[in-house]
């Protein structure tokens, strides 16, 4: 099958089906037939069991799908690995992989087999473990044709900062079209030396890696992941785990800190929304993870810098957000242009209190007055 008529997440055909598991397996069989061949009770060799556990993995019965995919899990490395091997069928590779994507093993052998369709690679991207993701990485080839798989390995909180770094000169070196990324600009500039990094600035993939795993709330397998190192190496690290987030994120360089901005939770992006380097702060308003609550937080923060409130206030999908406008207009560090425009739009409950208050800036209050007594004089 040409991988030109691939579609990720296609549902496999009865054709992937042999010997007697063609009439045991089929959608036609009886639910008890495809139950006992998803549990593995059938003789079968493997080159036709892997290929029906996988047809019947997508079976619209939940209990079949369950045993399918468990039987699937439970086979031995020996066993499966070598029939994966023999795929030429990038739907059936791709049922692999939606199968299998938590499995190591059986995950990189999808993405070594030269049938495996880029789109295949780029969803197993989204979710791999470090280890498949530095697989995925090794083949610039399907990187650049597919560029998408860049994006996707950039956006997985499991990926090592390395394997990313990787790419991200790949696809500047190249030139790829990724500036459709958030974020992307920003690290190429400072890959092309257009924005200086602070000599040393940076943690290990090790450190950044258990950095990611806090920001994205998984402190568990912070700690976990560092088990296996020598008790004094160990002892180090965890000090700098447990210690917390704002402390990591002010020892990142600045590739770092987009990239966690991009992936990381609401309290990571509070954090670097206060970062001193502008194309860090100005990257947080472009993560993909930004919600209205916190664009409102934002926007009400006085300590922030107007080159940032007015990101905010020229975005037409932002300030649809009631919330979000009243917070520009009473945030004194707001631009004035953009305070008076927003001013109009509140409540007259709103005006009046704006008027009253001596925290906004006195332009602000001056012309809510005015309003107020334009209103009175109706």
Not at 9 to 27: C, M, P, Q, T
Request: hydrophobic share 45%; with cysteine.
């Amino acid at each position: 099958m040409s991988t030109e008529a691939f579609q990720t997440g296609a549902l496999l055909s009865e054709d992937v089906l042999i010997g007697a598991l063609k009439n045991l397996a089929s959608r036609q069989a009886q639910v008890a037939a495809r139950v006992r061949v998803a549990r593995g009770l059938l003789p079968a060799p493997p080159e036709a069991m892997v290929p029906a556990l996988l047809y019947l993995s997508q079976d619209p019965e939940v209990e079949v799908k369950k045993h399918a995919r468990q039987s699937l899990a439970e086979m031995p490395g020996e066993v499966l690995l070598p029939v994966i091997q023999t795929f030429k069928d990038p739907i059936l590779l791709d049922a692999t992989a939606r199968a299998l994507a938590k499995f190591d093993n059986p995950a990189r052998e999808v993405v070594l087999n030269s049938h495996t369709a880029d789109d295949t690679v780029r969803w197993l991207a989204t979710m791999a473990s470090g280890d498949v993701c530095d697989t995925i990485s090794r083949n610039q080839v399907r990187a650049m044709r597919a560029p998408g798989i860049v994006e996707a390995i950039y956006f997985n909180p499991g990926a090592t900062q390395g394997v990313v770094q990787g790419l991200l000169e790949l696809a500047v070196r190249s030139n790829l079209a990724l500036d459709h990324i958030p974020g992307f600009r920003e690290v190429r500039a400072v890959l092309l030396g257009e924005e200086v990094e602070e000599a040393g600035a940076g943690l290990s993939d090790l450190e950044f890696q258990s950095a990611m795993l806090l920001a994205t709330g998984q402190g568990e397998l912070a700690a976990a992941l560092l088990e296996g190192l020598p008790p004094e190496q160990r002892t180090l690290l965890e000090d700098k785990v447990t210690h917390n987030l704002t402390a990591l994120i002010s020892k990142m360089s600045v590739s770092q800190k987009i990239r966690i901005a991009m992936v990381g939770d609401a309290m990571t992006r509070k954090i670097l929304i206060r970062d001193p380097k502008k194309i860090v702060s100005l990257a947080v308003l472009k993560s993909p993870r930004l919600g209205d609550s916190e664009i409102t937080a934002f926007a009400a923060n006085k300590t922030l810098p107007e080159e940032l409130l007015s990101t905010i206030a020229r975005n037409r999908q932002w300030t649809k957000d009631y919330a979000t406008r009243k917070a520009l207009v009473f945030n004194p560090k707001c631009s004035i242009s953009f305070a008076l425009t927003y001013l109009r739009t509140l409540t007259a409950k709103d005006i009046k209190a704006c008027a009253q208050s001596r925290e906004v800036n006195q332009t602000v209050g001056r012309q809510a007055k005015r309003l107020v007594e334009q209103a009175n004089e109706r």
